[in-house]
């Protein structure tokens, strides 16, 4: 089910669905919008979702925009197009554009939402390639984490990293669990975003955390994926 594409024809179609919807169904279908956009775990926003999509289904035409979305392939929550399914950031950011609707407010795209998720990933601190060979580090490492910005300069997320300088070896399994060097700004994403099972972005809980309750949250999210 395309919920992700789905959510977002609902921001869009917002005052077509409320016209064709009784004041009841509406109230229900707004109520259900504002629990999805007050959660803060993904796993539960998720079975809202879900919940929102088979009411809807029901109550509208089978070629309405978002009945035909929800049959559109299964989607991967990414902060952009580009097979970046285990960014939790973009996941609880779809809510932008439904949290809008509610109070009236002007409409996030969903390519806005796309480019916002990936400039804050941009912006965390990280590292540039003399730093990792300053540090005795390989650039090409491929169990790091390497970001492009939009020139396509490369550049590593700080929190990989030890003090002196090396990869924290909890890093490196995780990064491998989220397939890192294929998808590196989901696995960015997963450890820089809120974790409602952790309480908080998993970057900031490394030695906080036993690594074990790190490692079952990540193998967590990619059966989720």
Do not use: Y
Not at 29 to 46: M, P, Q
Not at 97 to 103: D, E, I, M, T, Y
Not at 118 to 142: C, F, H, I, K, Y
């Amino acid at each position: 089910m395309g919920l992700r594409g789905a959510l977002t024809v609902l921001a869009e179609q917002w005052d077509d669905i409320h016209d064709r919807l009784s004041a009841q169904e509406f109230a229900k279908l707004s109520s259900l919008v504002d629990e999805f956009v007050r959660e803060g775990d993904r796993a539960i926003a998720e079975e809202i979702a879900e919940d929102l999509a088979d009411r809807l289904r029901k109550q509208l035409p089978h070629d309405h925009p978002f009945v035909e979305a929800l049959s559109g392939p299964v989607e991967r929550w990414a902060p952009t197009p580009a097979r970046r399914a285990k960014d939790l950031a973009a996941w609880l950011r779809l809510a932008d554009p439904l949290r809008a609707r509610l109070v009236g407010g002007p409409v996030t795209t969903a390519d806005e939402v796309d480019r916002a998720a990936v400039s804050e990933l941009l912006a965390a601190p990280a590292l540039r390639a003399d730093e990792l060979t300053a540090n005795g580090q390989d650039p090409e490492d491929p169990g790091l984490i390497r970001l492009e910005d939009a020139d396509g300069s490369p550049c590593w997320p700080a929190f990989q990293f030890a003090g002196d300088g090396s990869p924290l070896p909890i890093v490196l399994s995780i990064n491998q669990i989220l397939e890192a060097a294929d998808d590196p700004f989901g696995a960015a994403g997963w450890w820089l975003g809120d974790n409602g099972r952790l309480g908080g972005a998993p970057a900031r809980l490394i030695g906080r955390l036993p690594d074990e309750r790190l490692l079952a949250a990540a193998r967590a999210e990619t059966r989720e994926a």
